[in-house]
C-alpha cells in the first residue's frame, strides 16, 4: 500500500489510528503494539503476500541470531548474520545483474532468474545489521520479540525508511505506554507533516516527472536538443527530490501520529554549498548508516590521505550500488566519490576571506555549481542505460551548434515549463523547509525533540494553509486520462 | 497554539473543501457513470467528455442496462452499430476506442456477473487490435469483480476516486461551457452507439483520411513495425472459452475495411500477416469475415458517403445490414472456417488486386502518403 493512496489515506490510516489509540487510552499498551504489527504486516502483504513471508522468516532468524550475539558476543556470529542479511538482499536485488555481466563474457548464456525486488528490502535488510552490530557493540542488551517486530515493521518506515536503530524507536514504544497518551502537539505537527509530504510528492514531483520521463525514455530515439537536455536533467533533480523528501516527510508525520519521532532524513540539500554538505542534508540517515557501518571500519579519516579518499570512494560506489543493481548507479556513487574527494582536497587547500557580500556572493556562486555537480551525476541515476546517459550528458555539455540550442531554448523551453520550474525555484531555495518550519530535531544536534515553530501561529490560518495543500494533494491523487481518439 | 482547534479546523475545512468538489462532480457527472443521472438542460445534459472517456463511460452501463445482447470491439464498433436501427431494445454495444481483448474479457466477465440473461455476445475485431504493442493500458478505470457485491464495490470505489480527482473537474467545467454553447447533440445513444459523428458530419473526408493513413503508418501500436501478438490472440482464446462455459453464444466477426486501408496494408507488406491473422483466428473459431469486397464496403471514398465517416470507419447504415446479418439465425456467406479460409482469402486478394486496378488513383494516394512519411 502507498501512502499516497486512497486506501491508505481514507480507509488505512483513520482505521489504524482509532483503534491504536483506543488501546492506548484504555490502558492496553502491548495489545496496541500487536495490533500496530498486524496492521503492518497487512500495509506490506497488501502489496504482495509472498514478500510477506520472506520479511518475516528474515525477521525471526536475525531475532534468533541477536539472542545468540546477547549470550555469545563473538564475532564470527555476528559475521553469520551479517552475510545472512546480505546473501538475501543479493540474490533478490543483484543476482540478475551479476548473471548479465557475467553473460557478457561467457558463450553459453545463462537464463536470467524470474525475481521481483521485494519491497523495501534494502531498508529493513539494513536495520536488521544495525541491530546485530548494537548487540555485538554492547549498545544494545535485551530486546523483545514483540519490540523487534514493531521496530522493523512499524508501516511509517517500513517501505523507504528513514533507516532507524532499535534504540531509537523502542523506547519511544515503551514511553507510550506510561504516558498512556499521544500528545496534541504531535498529532498536530504529524498531520502538517504528512500533508507536506503528500503535497510534494503528489502536486509536484508528479507534475514534473513527465518532463523528464519525455527526456530519458527517448534519449537516443529522437533528435535531442541542448536546452531539452538540461531541462529533462533539473526536472529529474526536483522529481527525486520532492519524490523521496516528500515520502521521508509522509512517514515523519505518520509516525509522530502515533507518538513516535524518526530521525530527519533531508534538510534542503539543493541549498548546499558543497558536496559534503550535501551529503550531509540529502538521505541523511543512509549517510549516517554508510558512515558508522562502513566509513568508520574502514578507517575513516583517521588513516590520513589517499588512504582516506580510498575509503570514501569505496563507501560511495557501494552506496550508488545500494540504490540500484547496475553500471548507472556505480557510476553515479563514483562519481560523488570523486566530487567528495575533490571537494575535501579543495578545503584543505583554500581558505577564503572577504566581506559579507563576497561570502554571500561566493556561497550563491558555489551552491550553483553543487546543484549542476549532482545533476549530472543524476543523469547517470536516472538514464535506462549507459548510452543514454552518455548522451543527454554530451549534448547538455555542448555536442551540437549553439546557435541552434538556443533557438529551441527560446522557442519550447520557456513558454512551457517556466511557470513550474519558477514554482519548484523559488521552494527550493526560498522557502524553508519542514525541520525549519516545525523544528523538528534541530539539523546540527541529534537531539530527538520537537518545539514547534508553528506554535506562535494562528491555529485558523494554520488550518487554512494545511486544508489547502491537503484538498490539492487529494485532487491529484487520482488521475483519469483521456484516450485521444485520432491517434488510434 | 491551540493544537485541538487547528486539527478540527483542518478537518472540517478539508473536509468541506472535498465534499464540494465531490458534489460538484457527481452532479455534473461528464463521463455519465453516475447512478444519480439527472441531466439538466444548458448545464450536463450533452457529455462531451464521453469522446475521448469512451472506455469508463462504457464500463459502467452493464450496472445500470439488461441486455441480452452485448456487442463489443473497439471504434470501429463503437462508431458503426447502431442497435436502435434494428429494433430491438435488449442489444447494447458496449465498444469504445481502443479496446483489446484482455480488457474485453473484463466487460464480458462483469456484464455476465451483474446479468446472467446475457445470451449473445458479438465482438469486432481488426487487425490492429492484435499489434504486439497493443496491451490493456488503461484498466485502472474498467469496472471488474467476480461477483455483484465486488463489482458494485469496485464502481463505487473507482467513482468516488474520479469524483474526487482534478481531471474529473476541469471535464465537468468542459460540460458545463459545452451544454453552454450547444443543443441537442448526443454522444452516446441510450443503447451505446457514439453517436456524435452523426450530428457533425465530416466536411473534410479527404484531409482525415490522409491523416488517418499517414497515423496509421506512422505508429508503432497500429502498423508500423507490425507484429502478431499472441498474448492477444490468448486472450481472445479465453473469450471463446468464458462463453463456452457459460453458454453465451459468441459470434467473432472482422470489420468492415475500406479497400483505401486495405491498399495501406499491401504497400506497407502487411498483407501476409493480414491473412496470417485471419488464419489464427479461424483455428480458433468461426469467423464472419466483412472486410471482403461487396457493393456496400467498396464504396468509393468521397463526400457523402453512405456507408463510412472515412477511410477507417464505416457508418451505421452499414453496421445495421452486418447487425441482421449476425443476428439471424441460419448463418451467413461471410462465416470463415478452417475448411474454407485458404479459398475465401484467395478470392479476397483478387478481389483487392482487381480494385486497384479500378482505383488507380486511389492506389497512387497510399503511396504519395507513404513517400510522404519516407521524406
Known sequence: MLFNSFEFIFLFLPVVWIVYHFLIRKNFPRTAFSFLVLASLFFYGYWSMAYLTLLMASILVNFAIGKVLQKFPRKHILVTGIVFNLLIIIYYKYSNFFIENVNLFVENKLSLLNLFLPLGISFFTFQQITYLCDIFSGKLKNSQFLNYVLYLTFFPHLLAGPITHYLQMVPQFEKSKTTNYISDKMLAAGWAIFIIGLFKKVVLADHISPISDVLFTNATATSMTFADAWVGTFAYAFQIYYDFSGYSDMAIGLALMFGIELPLNFYSPYKSANIIEFWRCWHMTLSKFLRDYLYIPLGGSRTGGTRRYLNLMIVMLLGGLWHGAGWNFIIWGGLHGTYLIINHAFQRGFKFAGSDRSATIRTGLFTAVTFVAVCVAWVFFRAPNLLSATHILSTALGGKSLSMHFMVLKSAVSINHAPLFAVLIFITWCLPNVSQIFQYQDFNKEVQKVRFYFDQSSPYLMAMGVSVLFFFSVVFLSRVSPFLYFQF | ?375
Not at chain 2, 451505421?316 to 461471410?334: F, M, N, Q, V
Open chain 2, 1 to 375: 497554539m491551540n493544537y485541538k482547534l487547528f486539527l478540527s479546523k483542518t478537518i472540517k475545512i478539508s473536509g468541506l473543501g472535498l465534499l464540494v468538489f465531490f458534489v460538484y462532480n457527481a452532479l455534473i457527472d461528464p463521463y455519465e457513470i453516475s447512478p444519480l443521472r439527472i441531466p439538466i438542460a444548458r448545464i450536463n445534459a450533452m457529455k462531451p467528455a464521453t469522446d475521448n472517456f469512451g472506455r469508463v463511460h462504457k464500463s459502467y452501463q452493464p450496472l445500470y442496462l439488461n441486455s441480452q445482447t452485448l456487442i463489443l470491439g473497439n471504434s470501429r464498433v463503437d462508431r458503426g452499430f447502431r442497435p436502435e436501427d434494428i429494433g430491438d431494445s435488449k442489444v447494447f454495444n458496449g465498444s469504445y476506442p481502443g479496446a483489446v481483448p484482455g480488457e474485453l474479457i473484463l466487460n464480458i466477465k462483469t456484464a455476465y456477473a451483474l446479468n446472467p440473461q446475457l445470451k449473445t455476445i458479438l465482438i469486432g475485431v481488426d487487425l490492429m487490435m492484435f499489434n504486439h504493442l497493443r496491451r490493456p493500458s488503461q484498466v485502472e478505470y474498467t469496472i471488474s469483480g467476480k461477483n455483484p457485491l465486488s463489482i458494485y464495490l469496485d464502481a463505487v470505489s473507482k467513482f468516488l476516486k474520479m469524483s474526487l480527482s482534478w481531471d474529473t473537474a476541469v471535464q465537468s467545467y468542459k460540460t458545463v461551457v459545452y451544454n453552454l454553447n450547444n443543443t441537442n447533440v448526443v454522444f452516446y445513444s441510450r443503447q451505446g452507439h457514439f453517436s456524435f459523428f452523426d450530428y457533425t458530419p465530416f466536411n473534410e473526408v479527404d484531409r482525415v483520411s490522409d491523416q488517418l493513413l499517414t497515423t496509421y503508418a506512422s505508429e508503432t501500436d497500429v502498423f508500423k513495425n507490425y507484429k502478431i501478438s499472441q498474448q492477444n490472440l490468448e486472450q481472445l482464446q479465453n473469450i471463446i472459452a468464458f462463453c463456452k462455459d457459460t453458454s453465451i453464444e459468441l459470434k467473432i466477426f472482422i470489420t468492415p475495411t475500406h479497400p483505401v486501408m486495405q491498399e495501406l496494408l499491401l504497400q506497407l507488406g502487411l498483407w501476409p500477416d493480414w491473412e496470417e491473422w485471419k488464419r489464427e483466428l479461424v483455428k480458433m473459431a468461426p469467423i464472419y469475415d466483412f472486410s471482403t469486397y461487396n457493393e456496400f464496403t467498396t464504396e468509393p471514398l468521397g463526400q457523402d458517403m453512405k456507408y463510412y465517416y472515412e477511410v477507417a470507419h464505416f457508418k451505421p447504415a452499414l453496421g445495421a445490414i452486418l447487425l441482421r446479418d449476425l443476428l439471424k439465425p441460419e448463418g451467413s456467406h461471410a462465416i470463415v472456417t478452417v475448411q474454407n479460409v485458404d479459398e475465401k482469402l484467395l478470392a479476397h486478394q483478387q478481389q483487392h488486386l482487381q480494385w486497384q486496378k479500378d482505383n488507380p488513383k486511389m492506389s497512387e494516394r497510399v503511396h504519395l502518403v507513404l513517400e510522404k512519411l519516407k521524406k
